[in-house]
């Protein structure tokens, strides 16, 4: 708190140290899966602090960035500093994430919630099939809001599925994202520009506007804002520069084969 | 006829996108709702002759308003609702053109989709944060209101 002086106490005899670890554990490791899951800085924080409270430990601090997390309850002398370095969005474990920490301030003990926390990691997710189909459905989706035309549905199928399918497919391999987003772009684009001019395809910016939907930054862009009006201004430049990047290797891709054919 | 052509297809977006992000599964159709009203309360502005920007922020104040209900009523964190309701609305597509205009070396054009793309992602960002600071502001004076009671 600005104006306040920093306390620093005595650790609490009462509590074992080995429990000040599991504390610690839970915490640290609930953290670490929001990040790497997409949810925003602040209520990392929050939780994070809010879970060692619940066990009775106060003057925690907490500094998150999307690619680390600092992390010391300083009465008890204990620091750690985690490095994040992939993340996606699974918003399937931000909730078990969330309905743990709920159950925490409900008072659940905390060999249980050690034990949810090891349940948590390996939550189910959508087959890979659906995970496609849903870039198809998300290309026809926009290709209608967008003013598309009926005649342009096949490619903003193709196209969006397609898009999907590499960028899941390779991101199995490789973990430079740049490139998934590149090439999953060049075969967007490839496939609208075929449609367009041998097929009967008529409006090729849309068909490709559409079918880039599911790889584009958008969310990314206005959450980087969103994390800079609350105050985390780190977070959102680091946000800003990864949309950046995904915004560059989809336009490169784009432009790629435009130039080309 | 055109609001449910509207309503179908915001509403596919946004829970094809709730697949795309692993959204938990019973939330996937409030996840579509959400996206599908704010983006017709965009629509609609935008048919009205509103500008861009204010559109966009209406927008997001509604599907924020969406969103905290939902996640009231079903118990599960904001992020999931909002995160898949502000697709229709989010400048992904200006995004994409930006930075391919960048490439191609239009430098001028790319200046006028990049501010257009900051515009809209601030508006948004912005409607998302007033409704919510809206709620906690109604969440404590009703919380003080009702201490003042007892």
Redesign the interface.
Known sequence: MSGELEAIDAPDRVLSDGFVRDVFYIALNCGKILLENGAETYRIEDTMARIADNYGIDNTQVFVTPTVIIFSMNDYALTQTVRIDERANNLEKIDSINNLSRRIAGGLPLRQAIDQLGTIHDTRIFPFWMVVLSGAIIGVSFLMLFEGVTVDIPAAVIAGAGGVFIMEGIQRYTKIKFFTEFFAAVFIAMAAILYAEYGPGQMLDTIVISSVMPLVPGVLITNAIREMIRGHLLAGVIKGAEAALTAIAIGAGVALVYMLL | MIIV??LI??F??S??????????RR?LVNCGLTGAAG?ILYYFLREGGTDLILAAYTGAIGLTVMAIFFSRWM???I??FI??G???L????T??????????KEYTLAQVYAFE??LT??A???G??SAEMAYQVYQTIRGKVKRNEV
């Open positions: 052509f509207q297809f915001s596919l977006a829970a094809g996108f709730g697949i795309l992000f692993n959204a938990p939330a983006w118990k599960m964190p992020i999931i995160t898949c502000i697709i229709p989010v400048p992904g597509g995004a994409y053109d930006t930075m391919r205009h960048v490439v191609m793309v900051m992602a601030g948004i960002a912005l998302i944060i």
